[in-house]
């Protein structure tokens, strides 16, 4: 059984950084392609940033520029870097593990506000 826990969430102030950990709990991490999405609330849940087991990345749009995702194979750990957070980033950041199927984390709030 795959499984996913995020940590690295908290409150921050506008301009912050923050960041998200998840740790993976299986041995095919290295070869899966890991991600970060977020929802917001009354929002559906979106892409914010991908890595492939090559190293790989994809963001969203609205994070390009201020989020990096990395991962650490020999930790099953993958990150993701925040910084110049916004209002709008706020939303609970999930972690999903993708191979044949997907695998999700129970996810972590990231509250942005002053």
């Known amino acids: 059984q795959v499984q996913l826990v995020e940590s690295g969430g908290g409150l921050v102030q506008p301009g912050g950084s923050l960041r998200l950990s998840c740790a993976a709990s299986?041995?095919?991490?290295?070869?899966?392609?890991m991600g970060w999405y977020r929802q917001a609330p009354g929002k559906e849940r979106d892409l914010v940033a991908t890595i492939t087991s090559r190293g790989n990345t994809n963001y969203a749009d609205s994070v390009k520029g201020r989020f990096t995702i990395s991962r650490d194979n020999a930790k099953k750990t993958v990150y993701l870097q925040m910084n110049s957070l916004k209002p709008e980033d706020t939303a609970v950041y999930y972690c999903?593990?993708?191979?044949?199927?997907?695998?999700w984390g129970q996810g972590t709030q990231v509250t942005v506000s002053s």
């Open positions: 299986t041995s095919i991490f290295s070869i899966s392609t």
């Open positions: 999903k593990l993708s191979l044949n199927t997907n695998y």
